[in-house]
């Protein structure tokens, strides 16, 4: 009996000393971590900025996705092919009915909810790379029948509901991937470019229906509806050799294979140290796993401990949708040509302030780590209320003058969308959640996103449709409403979240500190753990 207590004694005892051992290598490397600047941060970690973005061109998919019914509307061939004649007295000589359109346009945000509901699943089971390589299979699919459906209203809504599962997958595995193995200076950065590749999606299929839109011929429409077979074909030929994510392997105690990712990731051992890092994220999954009930599971979201985290990350990526981006990212060129404009130069008008809203996305990169998240969130929520109210009272009366000042504030809100609410809300939606539950939480906040995407864009053709409501540009006065409603919300609950470590804000969340007192906490280390100082919290 004595011996097996001395055993028992000595096991605890070099348990302990190893836990030790790794909360030092743990404190090292964040240390290190948090000292680094931008610039040596990029020049240490530059393997894994480029696998960061390649796992975020999927987004250019779902960039596409989301502008693929406002786009081939404006397209005359299209509607000619797929709609019904429709007396205007303007440009617009057939349309897709208000009906087919909003079941067109919201059937792939639809799915989209199913998608990111099982990546959060699968994620977690088999891993960030196999949950990649399942959802470009599916999205070949999708697109195979959409390309295939010859002036099928059905048959192209099928297709694109096939492909909405991958869309709603690929919006959670890309900002997660990012903030799983982006360095702690990159964060902000790297979780932004999400954005980013969405909107190159955008761009990219707005420029092809630019150039392609007004041919009289069905390659009007089908070969942009092919551009979407671009991005799932080159995961499939290329993820073999993709890195999966260290946090993945070593919370399934795969050690072997997570230091092998890291080497892929971050180049050999002694240019980052791989010992510190891989402590930092066991000793980061610990800490979680102890003050956690349920493991791993969606309930968990909605636990004491992380069910503000939740609602901070449903409540981001809802607002960066409700915010006017059906309106203007996918109806503009409709709009333009409703209030008068010829097809080639609503076309033409779109490509402008789409390279307004790229130099709103360029510039909100600078922003990032200077202004911090939740101004850029608040006030960005704001700016954008205003210039939406502005849309909806120039569209009122109706003459050539009002119509090219709402024109104007289209532009405006385009670049203060992208180099505020656009990008930041995707950092936030990544820096939030808790690092053991972060592929459920953020797929339950792209459920969100694809719930109020999916009303937005069943409800929007029956307020703007010439066929239905004829609201028009004064949809602004909906939308402006809802993205106030943002910014009176976002100054109670959006924290400041830059510069803290995942383990900082999991003490931040713990100790119930205020989400606008979060930049002023002081927490220090104290033996293994982190402690905020009482003064900090409120």
């Known amino acids: 009996m004595t011996t097996d207590n ?10 302990s000393e190893q836990s030790q051992s790794r909360a030092e290598l743990a404190a090292r490397y964040s240390s290190f971590e948090k000292n680094l600047t931008v610039r040596q941060a990029i020049k240490l970690y530059w393997r894994a900025i480029l696998w ?14 989301g502008v693929v019914a406002g786009a081939l509307t404006s397209t005359r061939k299209f509607r000619e092919d797929y709609g019904e004649p429709f007396d205007t007295g303007t440009s617009v000589s057939h349309i897709i009915s208000a009906d087919w359109l909003s079941i067109w346009a919201g059937v792939s945000q639809i799915t989209a909810i199913i998608g990111g509901f099982s990546v959060g699943y699968l994620a977690d089971k088999v891993g960030r790379k196999w949950s990649q390589v399942i959802f470009a299979v599916n999205a070949m699919a999708g697109v195979a029948l959409q390309y295939a459906s010859f002036g099928s209203m059905p048959l192209i809504t099928v297709g694109k509901g096939i492909n909405g599962f991958s869309i709603g997958a690929w919006i959670v595995l890309a900002p997660l991937y990012a903030s799983e193995v982006a360095p702690l200076p990159l964060r902000g950065w790297l979780t932004a470019m999400t954005n980013f590749f969405l909107f190159c999606g955008l761009l990219t299929f707005n420029g092809v229906i630019y150039e392609l839109g007004p041919l009289d011929s069905i390659l009007a429409y089908r070969l942009p509806l092919a551009l979407q077979w671009a991005v799932p074909a080159l995961m499939l030929l290329t993820v073999w050799a993709w890195p999966e994510s260290p946090t993945y392997l070593i919370r399934w105690g795969k050690r072997d294979k997570a230091l092998k990712a890291m080497r892929k990731l971050y180049g050999p051992d002694g240019i980052i140290d791989h010992s510190g890092l891989y402590a930092q994220i066991e000793e980061t999954l610990d800490h979680e796993r102890q003050g956690s009930v349920d493991s791993r599971g969606y309930m968990e979201c909605f636990s004491r401990e992380n069910r503000k985290r939740t609602f901070i990350a449903v409540f981001a990526f809802t607002m960066v949708q409700a915010s006017g981006g059906i309106f203007v990212l996918g109806y503009q060129s409709y709009y333009y040509q409703l209030i008068g404009y010829e097809t080639k130069a609503s076309f033409l008008l779109s490509m402008m302030c789409n390279l307004v809203m790229f130099v709103g996305t360029v510039l909100s990169w600078f922003l990032l780590d200077r202004a911090g998240r939740r101004p850029m969130f608040v006030w960005g929520e704001l700016i954008t209320a205003c210039c939406l109210f502005v849309v909806g009272g120039c569209s009122i009366d109706g ?11 289209i532009f405006v809100w385009a670049f203060f969308f992208q180099l505020t609410i656009g990008t930041i809300g995707f950092t936030i939606v990544a820096e939030v959640p808790a690092l053991r539950l972060r592929s459920r939480t953020q797929a339950l906040a792209n459920i969100s996103l694809s719930l109020i995407q999916w009303v937005i864009g069943f409800t929007f053709p029956y307020l703007f449709n010439p066929d239905a409501a004829n609201l028009g540009g004064r949809v602004g006065f909906i939308y402006g409403g809802l993205t106030f409603l943002g910014f009176l919300l976002g100054y109670i609950y959006i924290p400041e979240t830059r510069k803290r470590g995942v383990d900082e804000l999991d003490v931040l969340f713990r100790e119930g500190v205020k989400p606008r007192h979060f930049s002023k906490a002081n927490i220090q280390v104290n033996g293994r753990n982190l402690e905020l100082m009482k003064d900090a919290s409120d």
């Open 6 to 15: 001395a055993s028992s004694i000595k096991a605890k005892e070099e348990w």
């Open 52 to 65: 960061i973005c390649y796992c975020q061109l999927t987004i250019i998919g779902y960039g596409i996705d």
């Open 399 to 409: 003459s050539i003058a009002s119509y090219k000042a709402a024109v104007a504030f």
